[in-house]
């Protein structure tokens, strides 16, 4: 090992706006070596990755898609502490070549920052076929930095990209926007007031003089907090004023003009445009008119939407069977082989109860799960998500939230869990924790079990319309439930939609898949292990006392299922076995379904039959409302927990059994009287 | 002047003034609208969001938002 030389180790950042291709180049430098987190203290995914280039081992991270680095957003905040705090060796610039202007306002924000910049034009191909034409030894001289052309989707471009990483960096030039005459006096005059100030030595010092002038609330929170800090406030409120007054409007709108204007001639000066212009937006123009339009934009989300459904349950029904077949055989085969090997009864009940029916329960959901998402990843590269976003603003607004909201919705019909994870993209935290909270009320499809036995038995003429009643009842109770909460806890906060609309693109399978894997892969974990945890607590609730019949009435859980009951009576269902099953849901909610064949001992065919002795059509139907609303499963809640806090988790978990008990009383109660 | 709200699509529009917090002004800045940028307003339907484009970029743009936007009609 002494004897290699040693691999000289780099760290990179890749910065960009989001559908720049940022993934996609970040995808094609490090290939499958990649992982996802979180960054410290917030809940927003963190990508990195590794790849080996030229003797050097290059770490890269994946900074979240962001326009500038202002303290207003979230990812803007992430970015640029990121960059001043684990100063990396080098920021990969990613921009979209064809929109080079906006783009290049990142860039010059970069540069202020003074991080060294490699800057990639990307997507080159477009500029190409929109008659573009770039001058990058201009761009580099005039911004100081190296620049790489690549169309990152087709592979071009990226091992030149990994040969200007790896090269050794060059600090970057005296890069510096020229603000106009009376800002950049008011700028020097600062520096030279606040030079010996011991302002935070990790920043530059034009670069904080720029935020405190643009009004930036972060950096004026840690300056106020040095000794003199109150002297600097003031005189930083002061020239801010001044400034103001010469001017005739505000100073931060200004600097972003100075910005633009530089950036402008640049473009001017380093690109060339050819007649013959822009026809893939006019097609998505085109497309746009149809998609969003007055009459038909909702329709077409609709149909699309059923499309996605039948295409998930079409596919992943035959599969989830074979799962299931497969877990029921393990279980047999399990039991029986520990029987050979004189194993304790204990053991063998652990092992084929416990561990494998209950993990197999899980895991029968993977393909549903696995093809929702992929079809929800195929919606989102092709540009389709965004639009429906954008349709379904209206709609939203009924629930106090804006359009964004609605696809951590949607995909809480596959599971919650990634819809309560995909709430990472509002911006806003009032409409992250409002959509959380109603979040478990979209009927995922682990209830859709439950659904198919109770109106298998009862409403066997028309199951279709009980269970899609059901999943209309679950968003009713989101509008009336968000409402509620809007008016209680975030009274006056109306985050307004601004969302860009990418041109459309057809998506590519590599990062479709990628995708997909991401979310689904974060289920299977953290599912997994709070649902194994969950399932041997519960097998050894329904086995002891030590000697009892496992899951009979004496059992701690049969027990706890007869104190349930009382509670239960008044929504049609109080026999101890309902508690239980509703107990043991809370794991999983398709576990109702299995717990209530283990208590009433029959295989799931023999189940029908047997509910018919208990049950009514109404209290069926009032079970099945509890099912869709009564407390999140585990997952969900622990998920919860991690993207809140303990408060609104409780929240959620409280609000749902008193929801659910209330609703299906009233329905039981109310259905009796006719 | 008018609000984007009242601008018919089709419209070519500069944006004069954008009545908003900083916050949002500095949003919508980073995403390449401010005050002086030349915008066209592709569809409108009187309610519900509203989609601008200036040059490559499309954005989707609430209504209540668009409300404060202060824009001069160019065509």
């Not at chain 1, 600090?171 to 020229?178: A, E, K, T, V, Y």
């Not at chain 1, 995909?411 to 919650?416: K, V």
């Not at chain 1, 239980?580 to 209530?596: H, I, M, P, R, Y």
Request: hydrophobic letters at 50%; one cysteine or more.
């Amino acid at each position: 090992m002494g004897e290699d030389p040693p691999m000289k180790r780099i760290k990179i950042a890749l910065a960009g706006n989001p559908n720049s291709g940022k993934t996609t180049v970040f995808n094609s430098l490090t290939g499958s070596r990649q992982h996802v987190g979180n960054w410290p203290g917030v809940t927003v995914e963190r990508k990195e990755g590794k790849f080996s280039y030229g003797g050097c081992e290059v770490d890269v991270v994946d900074l979240p898609g962001i326009y500038g680095l202002t303290a207003y957003s979230l990812d803007e905040r992430i970015a640029r502490d990121f960059l001043i705090k684990e100063t990396p060796d080098v920021v990969v610039a990613v921009i979209d070549a064809s929109n080079l202007e906006r783009n290049l306002y990142l860039v010059a924000q970069l540069l202020e920052l003074r991080v060294n910049v490699i800057l990639d034009l990307n997507m080159m191909d477009l500029v190409e076929a929109k008659g573009i034409s770039i001058d990058t030894e201009k761009l580099s001289r005039v911004l100081g930095i190296p620049v790489v052309k690549t169309v990152a989707n087709k592979g071009d471009g990226i091992e030149d990209l990994k040969k200007a990483i790896v090269a050794p960096p060059k600090r970057p030039g005296p890069f510096q926007i020229d603000y106009d005459p009376d800002i950049e006096a008011a700028i020097e005059r600062l520096s030279d007031t606040l030079k010996n100030k011991g302002l935070p030595k990790e920043y530059p010092l034009r670069w904080l003089i720029v935020k405190l002038l643009e009004g930036d609330a972060e950096i004026l929170e840690k300056v106020k907090k040095l000794p003199e800090g109150s002297g600097i406030e003031e005189a930083v409120l002061k020239t801010t004023a001044s400034l103001e007054r010469n001017l005739g409007y505000d100073l931060e709108t200004a600097m972003v003009e100075r910005r633009y204007g530089f950036l402008k001639g640049l473009v001017r000066e380093c690109s060339e445009k050819r007649l013959g212009i822009e026809e893939r937006l006019e097609l998505s123009d085109r497309i746009d008119s149809v998609v969003t339009n007055k009459f038909l934009g909702i329709p077409i989300f609709l149909a699309l939407m059923w499309l996605t459904f039948q295409f998930v349950f079409a596919l992943g029904t035959p599969l989830a069977d074979l799962i299931d077949s497969f877990f029921g055989w393990l279980g047999t085969a399990a039991a029986s082989g520990l029987t050979v090997l004189n194993a304790p009864g204990w053991l063998s009940s652990l092992i084929s109860d416990g561990i494998i029916a209950g993990v197999g329960s899980v895991l029968v959901f993977l393909p549903n799960i696995m093809l929702l998402f992929l079809a929800i990843a195929i919606l989102e590269d092709s540009g389709y998500m965004a639009r429906a976003a954008f349709v379904m603003d209206r709609f939203m607004h009924a629930l106090g939230l804006h359009g964004k909201s609605f696809i951590p919705l949607i995909l809480g019909f596959g599971c919650n869990i990634p819809g309560i994870m995909a709430t990472r993209t509002l911006e806003s935290r009032k409409d992250r924790i409002l959509t959380i909270l109603v979040n478990p009320l979209m009927s995922c499809s682990a209830r859709l079990p439950i659904y198919t036995l109770f109106a298998g038995a009862f409403f066997s003429k028309n199951q279709g319309s009980i269970i899609f009643s059901l999943y209309l009842l679950g968003i009713i109770l989101a509008v009336v439930v968000a409402r509620i909460f809007k008016t209680i806890f975030f009274r006056h906060e109306v985050a307004p939609l601004i969302m860009e609309l990418p041109p459309y693109r057809l998506p590519m399978v590599k990062g479709v898949i990628i995708h997909m894997w991401e979310r689904g892969s974060l289920f299977l974990k953290k599912a997994g292990t709070i649902i194994f945890a969950g399932v041997i607590l519960i097998w050894l609730l329904a086995s002891l006392p030590v000697g009892v019949e496992y899951a009979s009435e004496e059992s701690l859980i049969g027990r706890l299922g007869s104190a349930l009951a009382p509670v239960l009576s008044p929504a049609g269902f109080g026999f101890w076995q309902a508690g239980v099953a509703l107990f043991f849901g809370v794991v999983a909610k398709e576990v109702v379904v299995g717990t209530l064949g283990t208590l009433y001992g029959v295989e799931e065919a023999g189940l029908r039959s047997a509910l018919l002795q208990y049950f009514t059509p109404l209290s069926a139907y009032a079970f099945m409302v509890m099912s869709l609303i009564y407390i999140p499963c585990i997952a969900a809640i622990a998920t919860i927990k991690r993207e809140t806090n303990w408060k609104w988790t409780g929240l959620a978990v409280g609000y749902s059994l008193i929801l659910g008990w209330i609703v299906a009383v009233l329905i039981y109660q109310i259905g009796g009287l006719f | 002047m008018l609000p984007l709200s009242a601008v018919e699509p089709g419209r070519r529009v500069e944006i004069v003034e954008i009545r908003a917090g900083r916050g949002l002004i500095m949003r919508l800045a980073t995403m390449g609208f401010y005050p002086g940028t030349v915008i066209d307003v592709i569809s409108n339907i009187g309610r519900g969001p509203l989609i601008i484009a200036r040059e490559g970029i499309r954005l989707g743009l609430g209504f209540g938002m668009a409300n404060k936007i202060w824009v001069r009609i160019l065509r």
